[in-house]
Structures are given as C-alpha cells and as structure tokens.
C-alpha cells in the first residue's frame, strides 16, 4: 500500500492506552465488517466481477461451456459490448475538460491566476488527467472506481501531492452514504495486501503472527487479515468522522469566520496574546478575548489498522475537512444503494445474442444439404461427383437417357426469425449502453446531410447525461482537494519558482502584506471556486452581460467606461491587467497632451498680453478741412 506508508510521513504513531486502542479498533473492526457484510457492497462485488468478464469475453459460465461441449455445439462469444464501452471511453476523452479555478471575488483575481498555472503544473506531474480517464473506464465497466488525494514522498520536511486511483474493490464506503461526494459517510476504508517484509519495513512493531492468529480466531466474525493462499497480510487505512467540540469565532487575523477545535483554541488564544509575527515585518498582538460559540461539528481522523494491530491513528491532517477519497460512480441503483456500470444491463441481450448465433450455425453445421438421387450407371463420372461437386466449374456427365432417372431433394430453409432476433439483440446492447450508430461512426444513409447527423449523435449523446455529469463532478471535487492541499503544504516561494517570472509580477500587482487588507497574496488564503472551464451559468451570465454593454455603448458612444468592460470579459487577469496598464498610459499621455496644450494657449495669450501693454501709442492724424 504505497500511498499507505508515504503518507505515514506526515502523521503521528497510535497513541493513547491499551484500553484506549482496543476501543479504536473494536469500533474501526466493526465498521469494517459492517461495510464489507452490506447488501450494497456484496452485490457490487458479485455484479462487478461478471461485467469485467463480458467486458474481456469471457461471457459464459463453466456449467454453460460443459453443456455446449457435451452437445458438441460451439462456443464462440460475438462481443458486442467491448466496443461500445470503448466508444463511451473514448467519447469522455475527446469531451474531456479541465478544472480552472474561479475568484469568488475580484481581488483574488490575481492569486487565482497563480494558482490555475499550480494546479495545472501538478495536474501534469501526477498524471491526474490520465487517472482521471482510468478511472471513468473502470467506472464504465465495473460502475465505480476511487481516486485517492495525499501529500507523501520520500522527503518528510517537503511533502509531494500524490494522486493515486484505486479499484473499486479495494475500497468499503459506510452502506449508509447516498450522497454522491461522500460527504455523508460515515467512514471509508482502503485496503491493500502486503508481503510480511514489506509491513515490517515501514513498521518495525508488527506482529504477523498476531494477526495470523486474529484472523483464525475471528472467521467469520472480525474481517479477515491473513491470505493463507499466498500469505499476505492486509493493511487497512480508515478515514472516518466523529463529532468533537469546535469553537467558532471570527479570527482577527483575516477578519473572517473561522473554526478551531478546543485544543487548538486554546493555543491560538495564548499566541494572539503573545504575539503573531506577521509576513511584513510587524507583530499582532492582542490582549482582547476572542468572541467564539462552540458546537458539536464532524471532524475527520484516520486509521492505519490490520486486525489486532493500531498502527497509527490521529486527526486528518489536511485541512479541508474531507475525506480524501474521490467517488467516481456510473449508475446507482437507488433501491439497493450500490453503483453498477454499463455493461450490467447489456449482458442479457448479450448472452441472448450469443445463444441465437450459436443455435444458428449449429444448424447450418448440421441440417441436411440438398442429397443427390440417381439410378444406378445413369451417372458416368460419379467418383469424381464425390470429390469435386463443390467445385464452381465442376460438369456431371449422365448416360444418355439418363436425366429422368436422377435428381436432388430440395434443401431444409432456415427461419428468417433468426436474422430478427439478431438484429433486435444487437440493438438492444446499443440502447441500453447508450452508443446507437451514429455515436459509433456507422454510416445509415448515403444521403442523410450532414446537419441531420450531427443532431443525432447529439441527441445520443444526452442519453448519456448521467454518466458523463458524474465524471464532471468527480473532476471538480478532486480539483478541489488538489487547490486545498497546495494551499496547506506549498509555500510562496515554491509556487512562484513553478509559475516563473509571471506568477512573480502577477503577485506584486497586488502586494498587500497585511492579512486583513484587500488583496493579500499569501497562497494560503484566497477564496477559489473550481468549475470545469467556468461554470454554464457564470460563462453565460458574463457573456449576455458583456453583450447588452457593448451594444448599449455602440449606440451611446461614451457612456460605458472600458475597466467595466473587461470586468464582464473573459480575459485571462493578466491580460486585463496589460489593457488596463495601456489604458492608464493613453490618459495619461492624453492628459499631458491637454494640459501642454492648455499651457501652450496660456503662454499665447500671456504673450498677446503683455505685447499690447507693451505696444506704443499710434500718433494722432489731423484731418484738414477743404
């Protein structure tokens, strides 16, 4: 369990008393139990296993091959259902979008920049888009699959963002859960089986022996820990909320509700007294009482557990309160609360079409050809009849006379109802799968325009909506996790080295080293929302919003201000910032422009001033009378 032992770096061994540890694990054993024993989970992993087998072709039972073989009839599989689960994989991979992160307001504009530019880094890194399209196929086929989020690595001082998927059977969700991003569920387990070296390697104290002994004791009781088959062990690592004492109280520090439980309280209480270091050099420091209201609220801990065995346990150490487990589900079936995939309801059509093939080549391998009747010596070259009668050139030669005395019986017809169940099974996997004809590039018409086309495959595609606004949300929650642990564990000065001089001269817009002014770009704070290339109602607010300006500006030249434009634009932050930099400098310029001139008028008129103040008399002239 890779992901089990790099996270054990950045938590803390089981503390607490033996009787305090024997009450952990008695209730994380129970859970287990309870998990694995529920009716969801056990029809899952029944259902599950056989849509993987029609999904590789292996589509019958051994009762079923013993039974053709014994008939001596074939066994061939026409597998309609790979490609069709294939042409779902491959229709999310060229729809595929990717997460961005929205400031919910304008002065994060900039940090959110930053941080697209992070994410997208660390997206790469880990592969997660490719995570992401495995575990929408195995969520096609089996009807669920988990990524799981995690800061790890060899390094304890600098932790690496981790993003692992892992197959729907080695995860037990609380039965009880119906919310779709877990954030009802009670708890999650993941499980993973281990050489006895490879657990002793990481944890010196476990006792196999222990465990083998545990889980002989308790069949059918406790879950199992012990594979006798192959002699491995299993790691549990639980995640699971309790509720616990939480203090809520607005934080002088930022200014804005924030929660701590009781402990922690404490200790931010004594540190404001004493004294916070700010980032600019100064101090806060209050000798004022913290206003704070407790209640009950769910916090999430952790487990790492094999039967008797507490091998760590603690509080989460991730911020975000969630637990780090990433459902991506297919169908549900709300009645028995447990996800099935495509293939669960295409495999009776399946083994219906399989069975109509094969009874229909049975009996064209065994229904009477048409038999050869002929009088005795009428036929001249009848040895050569037998062997080249097949032959399309092939000349039967009869005595003379002898054409009345043979002829060949009329060959038994096949029932065309067999043509009409193939065709109707095959559409039937069509329809239930959701990839009709169109969708899977099959030609129907020759003469069909092109626009009528697109329609349909349109049309086809919104009968996939379930599936597909699954995996939207699955994408956006795991996006959410990998922006929260980032925020938690990557410093300033990393982030910056990964975004380059950009990232750099976006954050010095904006240079606010107090926490409480607008603007602060610590990439601890900032308030982001994730959505798949923004959201249909923010894209669609802003651009009919966008629209009615520039319009109402068009017809009124000089009444909406350009800054109000590119507010409702969807510009990247530094793109608006460069439009609004040359903005700035063309008034600038244009104001200097003005007031040069202005000063330019006033020396005139100065001039023209003091010139006719300046300017002599003009002599008097004497008009002489006639």
Do not use: C
């Not at 008028?601 to 023209?608: C, G, N, Q, S």
């Amino acid at each position: 369990m890779a992901n089990i032992i790099a996270e054990s770096d950045i938590t803390q061994k089981a503390a607490g008393g033996d009787a305090e540890k024997d009450a952990i694990l008695t209730k994380l054993n129970n859970w287990l139990l309870e998990g694995e024993r529920s009716t969801s989970e056990t029809l899952w992993r029944e259902e599950s296993e056989e849509d993987y087998k029609f999904y590789a072709g292996d589509q019958d039972s051994a009762e079923v091959i013993a039974s053709l073989e014994a008939q001596k009839r074939p066994i061939s599989v026409y597998n309609e259902i790979k490609p069709k689960v294939d042409m779902l994989i491959g229709i999310a991979a060229q729809a595929r979008q990717t997460p961005i992160l929205v400031p919910v307001g304008t002065e994060d504009e900039a940090l959110t920049e930053v941080m697209n530019g992070v994410l997208i880094y660390y997206r790469q890194k880990t592969k997660t888009a490719r995570k992401e399209m495995d575990a929408f196929g195995h969520t096609v086929k089996g009807g669920r699959s988990f990524i799981h989020t995690y800061m790890g690595g060899d390094n304890p001082f600098q932790p690496e963002l981790q993003v692992v998927r892992i197959p729907g059977r080695d995860v037990v969700v609380d039965p009880d859960s119906i919310e779709y991003d877990l954030s009802d569920a009670k708890y999650v387990f993941i499980s993973k089986w281990f050489d006895e070296e490879d657990i002793i390697g990481k944890y010196p104290d476990y006792d196999a022996n222990a465990v083998k002994v545990f889980s002989q004791q308790y069949v059918g009781v406790k879950p199992t820990y012990f594979n006798e088959a192959n002699h491995k062990y299993r790691l549990v690592e639980g995640w699971y909320r309790e509720f616990v004492p939480i203090y809520w109280f607005k934080n002088p520090l930022t200014g804005k509700p924030d929660s701590l439980k009781e402990d922690e309280f404490v200790k931010f209480e004594k540190a404001v007294r004493d004294g916070i270091p700010l980032p600019d050099g100064k101090t806060f420091q209050s000798d004022e009482p913290i206003q704070a209201i407790k209640r009950m609220g769910k916090r999430v801990k952790y487990a790492i557990f094999s039967g008797s065995m507490l091998l760590e346990e603690g509080p989460s150490p991730y911020k975000h309160n969630d637990l780090p487990v990433v459902l991506f589900g297919a169908y549900k079936n709300e009645d028995e609360n447990r996800w099935f995939g495509a293939i669960t309801m295409a495999k009776d059509p399946q083994r219906a079409l399989n069975t109509t093939r094969r009874q229909l080549v049975h009996l064209l391998q065994v229904s009477p050809k048409g038999i050869l009747i002929y009088e005795t010596g009428t036929i001249v070259n009848i040895d050569e009849y037998e062997e080249k009668s097949s032959e399309p050139n092939f000349r039967m030669e009869v005595t003379r006379g002898g054409l009345d005395k043979n002829k060949f019986t009329t060959q038994p017809q096949i029932s065309v109802i067999y043509g009409q169940l193939d065709e109707l099974f095959s559409q039937s996997v069509k329809d239930v799968v959701g990839t009709q004809d169109a969708l899977m590039g099959i030609q129907t018409s020759s003469r069909e325009p092109g626009v009528t086309l697109q329609k349909r495959q349109e049309t086809g595609i919104a009968v996939l909506y379930t599936m597909f606004e699954n995996f939207r949300e699955s994408r956006i929650a795991l996006a959410k996790q990998m922006v929260s642990l980032i925020q938690q564990y990557e410093t300033t000065e990393r982030i910056l080295r990964i975004e380059g001089p950009e990232g750099a001269q976006l954050l010095k817009i904006n240079s606010q080293t107090n926490p409480q002014s607008e603007g602060f770009n610590d990439v601890s704070f900032g308030e982001f929302d994730a959505r798949i290339d923004e959201s249909v109602e923010n894209v669609t607010m802003k651009a009919f919003a966008l629209t009615m300006l520039s319009q109402f500006g068009a017809n009124n030249p000089n009444t909406i201000p350009p800054d109000l434009l590119m507010e409702y634009s969807s510009l990247p932050y530094s793109a608006k910032q460069r439009v609004r930099e040359f903005n700035q400098m063309q008034m600038e310029r244009e104001d200097a422009k003005f007031k040069a001139e202005m000063q330019l008028k006033v020396r005139e008129l100065d001039i023209k001033e003091k010139a006719a103040e300046n300017k002599p008399a003009a002599p008097a002239t004497i008009k002489k009378s006639k």
